[in-house]
Protein backbone atom coordinates (compact mmCIF):
# COMPACT_ATOMS: atom_id res chain seq x y z
CA UNK A 1 0.00 0.00 0.00
CA UNK A 2 2.54 2.16 0.72
CA UNK A 3 4.74 1.74 -1.80
CA UNK A 4 1.66 2.70 -4.24
CA UNK A 5 0.79 5.77 -2.41
CA UNK A 6 4.27 7.08 -2.45
CA UNK A 7 4.85 6.34 -5.81
CA UNK A 8 1.56 8.31 -6.90
CA UNK A 9 2.25 11.01 -4.96
CA UNK A 10 6.17 11.30 -5.84
CA UNK A 11 4.82 11.21 -9.53
CA UNK A 12 2.04 14.31 -8.84
CA UNK A 13 4.52 16.08 -6.83
CA UNK A 14 7.18 15.80 -9.44
CA UNK A 15 4.66 16.42 -12.07
CA UNK A 16 4.00 19.54 -10.40
CA UNK A 17 7.03 21.46 -9.47
CA UNK A 18 7.70 20.65 -13.64
CA UNK A 19 4.89 22.39 -14.84
CA UNK A 20 4.56 25.63 -16.35
CA UNK A 21 1.73 26.17 -13.66
CA UNK A 22 4.31 26.75 -11.48
CA UNK A 23 5.77 29.85 -12.58
CA UNK A 24 2.55 30.69 -13.31
CA UNK A 25 1.69 30.67 -9.46
CA UNK A 26 5.09 32.30 -8.94
CA UNK A 27 3.63 35.01 -11.04
CA UNK A 28 -0.12 34.55 -9.69
CA UNK A 29 2.23 35.24 -6.12
CA UNK A 30 4.44 37.89 -7.24
CA UNK A 31 1.15 39.96 -8.24
CA UNK A 32 -0.69 39.79 -5.65
CA UNK A 33 1.89 41.01 -2.94
CA UNK A 34 2.57 43.57 -6.01
CA UNK A 35 -1.00 44.51 -5.83
CA UNK A 36 -0.97 44.62 -1.57
CA UNK A 37 2.22 46.79 -2.02
CA UNK A 38 0.14 49.14 -4.33
CA UNK A 39 -2.71 49.13 -1.81
CA UNK A 40 -0.56 50.07 1.34
CA UNK A 41 1.25 52.85 -0.99
CA UNK A 42 -2.14 53.91 -1.95
CA UNK A 43 -3.16 53.85 1.67
CA UNK A 44 -0.39 55.77 3.04
CA UNK A 45 -0.39 58.26 0.32
CA UNK A 46 -4.11 59.21 1.28
CA UNK A 47 -3.00 59.61 4.83
CA UNK A 48 -0.42 62.13 3.45
CA UNK A 49 -2.92 63.81 1.16
CA UNK A 50 -5.55 63.99 3.57
CA UNK A 51 -3.29 65.38 6.72
CA UNK A 52 -2.57 69.05 5.56
CA UNK A 53 -5.90 70.55 6.23
CA UNK A 54 -5.80 73.65 8.26
CA UNK A 55 -4.93 74.28 12.13
CA UNK A 56 -1.23 73.34 11.71
CA UNK A 57 -0.82 77.28 12.35
CA UNK A 58 -2.55 76.87 15.38
CA UNK A 59 -0.76 74.02 16.83
CA UNK A 60 2.24 75.52 16.37
CA UNK A 61 1.27 78.10 18.61
CA UNK A 62 -0.62 75.75 21.34
CA UNK A 63 1.74 76.16 23.94
CA UNK A 64 1.85 80.12 24.39
CA UNK A 65 -0.08 80.91 27.33
CA UNK A 66 -2.93 83.88 27.56
CA UNK A 67 -1.52 85.35 30.79
CA UNK A 68 1.66 85.44 28.35
CA UNK A 69 -0.09 87.43 25.73
CA UNK A 70 -1.36 89.56 28.07
CA UNK A 71 1.64 90.22 29.74
CA UNK A 72 3.57 91.11 26.77
CA UNK A 73 0.12 93.41 25.05
CA UNK A 74 1.08 96.95 25.78
CA UNK A 75 4.59 96.33 24.94
CA UNK A 76 3.37 94.87 21.73
CA UNK A 77 1.21 97.96 20.66
CA UNK A 78 4.07 100.49 21.65
CA UNK A 79 6.20 98.77 19.44
CA UNK A 80 3.55 98.57 16.60
CA UNK A 81 3.14 102.27 17.20
CA UNK A 82 7.09 103.12 17.11
CA UNK A 83 7.82 100.81 14.03
CA UNK A 84 4.79 102.23 11.63
CA UNK A 85 6.70 101.54 8.21
CA UNK A 86 6.68 97.89 8.74
CA UNK A 87 3.35 97.19 10.35
CA UNK B 1 33.07 141.82 4.62
CA UNK B 2 32.69 138.36 2.39
CA UNK B 3 34.08 136.60 5.54
CA UNK B 4 31.27 137.64 7.58
CA UNK B 5 28.61 137.12 4.74
CA UNK B 6 29.58 133.37 4.33
CA UNK B 7 30.05 133.48 8.71
CA UNK B 8 26.30 134.46 8.70
CA UNK B 9 24.74 132.02 5.90
CA UNK B 10 26.56 129.26 7.46
CA UNK B 11 25.45 129.94 10.92
CA UNK B 12 21.96 130.49 9.47
CA UNK B 13 22.68 126.78 7.51
CA UNK B 14 23.52 125.45 10.62
CA UNK B 15 21.11 126.50 12.53
CA UNK B 16 18.16 125.09 10.22
CA UNK B 17 19.98 122.15 10.00
CA UNK B 18 20.04 121.66 14.14
CA UNK B 19 15.88 122.79 13.49
CA UNK B 20 15.39 120.69 11.31
CA UNK B 21 16.98 117.39 13.08
CA UNK B 22 15.39 118.26 16.10
CA UNK B 23 11.87 118.20 14.67
CA UNK B 24 12.56 115.42 12.02
CA UNK B 25 14.29 113.47 14.89
CA UNK B 26 11.41 113.90 17.46
CA UNK B 27 8.91 113.20 14.29
CA UNK B 28 11.03 110.15 12.84
CA UNK B 29 9.30 107.41 15.35
CA UNK B 30 5.73 108.95 15.26
CA UNK B 31 5.02 109.37 11.74
CA UNK B 32 7.10 106.71 9.78
CA UNK B 33 5.62 106.01 6.89
CA UNK B 34 4.93 102.59 5.23
CA UNK B 35 6.73 102.47 1.81
CA UNK B 36 4.05 102.95 -0.93
CA UNK B 37 4.94 99.52 -2.33
CA UNK B 38 3.72 98.01 1.20
CA UNK B 39 0.67 100.31 1.25
CA UNK B 40 -0.54 99.74 -1.91
CA UNK B 41 -0.06 96.38 -1.78
CA UNK B 42 -1.68 96.37 2.15
CA UNK B 43 -4.53 98.43 0.63
CA UNK B 44 -5.39 96.18 -2.29
CA UNK B 45 -5.46 93.04 0.02
CA UNK B 46 -2.34 91.48 -1.70
CA UNK B 47 -0.64 91.45 1.68
CA UNK B 48 -2.55 90.45 4.91
CA UNK B 49 -1.57 90.19 8.60
CA UNK B 50 -1.01 86.74 9.91
CA UNK B 51 -2.01 85.56 13.56
CA UNK B 52 1.71 84.56 14.00
CA UNK B 53 2.82 88.48 13.73
CA UNK B 54 3.86 88.46 10.18
CA UNK B 55 2.89 89.28 7.41
CA UNK B 56 1.64 87.12 4.48
CA UNK B 57 0.59 87.11 0.39
CA UNK B 58 -3.07 86.93 -0.12
CA UNK B 59 -3.60 86.33 -3.49
CA UNK B 60 -1.23 85.13 -6.21
CA UNK B 61 2.59 85.44 -5.13
CA UNK B 62 5.18 87.34 -7.39
CA UNK B 63 8.58 88.01 -6.85
CA UNK B 64 7.34 91.55 -6.25
CA UNK B 65 5.19 90.43 -3.60
CA UNK B 66 7.60 88.46 -1.84
CA UNK B 67 10.46 90.64 -1.70
CA UNK B 68 8.53 92.86 -0.05
CA UNK B 69 6.78 90.74 2.30
CA UNK B 70 10.20 88.67 2.80
CA UNK B 71 11.59 92.44 3.69
CA UNK B 72 9.13 93.48 5.74
CA UNK B 73 9.39 89.95 7.86
CA UNK B 74 12.58 90.28 8.20
CA UNK B 75 12.82 93.59 10.03
CA UNK B 76 9.62 92.70 12.09
CA UNK B 77 11.75 89.50 13.14
CA UNK B 78 14.62 92.02 14.28
CA UNK B 79 11.84 94.60 16.41
CA UNK B 80 10.20 91.40 18.24
CA UNK B 81 13.62 89.33 19.10
CA UNK B 82 14.74 92.70 20.44
CA UNK B 83 11.73 93.26 22.38
CA UNK B 84 11.32 89.23 23.15
CA UNK B 85 14.62 89.53 24.63
CA UNK B 86 13.70 93.08 26.88
CA UNK B 87 10.63 91.54 28.21
CA UNK B 88 12.18 87.92 28.84
CA UNK B 89 9.81 86.39 26.15
CA UNK B 90 10.34 84.07 23.50
CA UNK B 91 10.22 85.19 19.86
CA UNK B 92 7.57 83.23 19.05
CA UNK B 93 5.18 84.99 22.53
CA UNK B 94 6.18 88.22 21.31
CA UNK B 95 5.12 87.73 17.76
CA UNK B 96 1.99 85.96 18.33
CA UNK B 97 1.07 89.23 20.73
CA UNK B 98 2.09 91.32 18.51
CA UNK B 99 0.48 89.53 15.90
CA UNK B 100 -2.80 90.00 17.52
CA UNK B 101 -2.51 93.77 17.95
CA UNK B 102 -1.38 94.12 14.40
CA UNK B 103 -4.60 92.45 13.21
CA UNK B 104 -6.64 94.83 15.51
CA UNK B 105 -4.84 97.55 13.98
CA UNK B 106 -6.03 96.51 9.94
CA UNK B 107 -8.18 99.35 8.61
CA UNK B 108 -11.77 97.70 7.12
CA UNK B 109 -10.50 96.79 3.29
CA UNK B 110 -7.20 95.10 4.66
CA UNK B 111 -6.58 91.58 5.04
CA UNK B 112 -5.86 89.63 7.84
CA UNK B 113 -5.68 85.78 9.37
CA UNK B 114 -8.37 84.48 11.10
CA UNK B 115 -8.53 81.63 13.61
CA UNK B 116 -9.54 79.45 11.13
CA UNK B 117 -6.07 79.89 8.75
CA UNK B 118 -8.20 81.75 6.38
CA UNK B 119 -7.98 85.42 5.18
CA UNK B 120 -10.12 87.80 5.67
CA UNK B 121 -11.06 91.32 4.78
CA UNK B 122 -11.41 92.96 7.63
CA UNK B 123 -14.65 94.95 7.95
CA UNK B 124 -15.42 97.83 10.76
CA UNK B 125 -16.63 94.75 13.18
CA UNK B 126 -14.09 93.46 14.89
CA UNK B 127 -11.19 91.28 13.47
CA UNK B 128 -11.66 87.09 14.13
CA UNK B 129 -8.88 86.39 16.27
CA UNK B 130 -7.23 83.93 18.38
CA UNK B 131 -9.01 83.15 21.76
CA UNK B 132 -5.94 84.26 23.63
CA UNK B 133 -5.57 88.03 22.42
CA UNK B 134 -6.42 90.23 25.07
Known sequence: MSAMTNGKLTDRARAATSLAMQGESKARRFARMAATMFVSLGLTGCITVNAPEEPIVIELNVNIRQEVIYRLAEDAGNTIEENADIF | MGDMMTKRIS????????????????????FAQRD??????????QVGEKMDGYLGIVGPS?????????????????????????TNATLEEYALTAGCQAILATAPGEKYQAPSGNWE???SAPPMRDSRCP
Open chain 2, 36 to 45: PAYAAARSAG
Open chain 2, 62 to 86: TPELRRLVNDINIKRRAVYAERAKA
Open chain 2, 121 to 123: TRT
Open chain 2, 11 to 30: KGLLAGVAIATAIGGLATPA
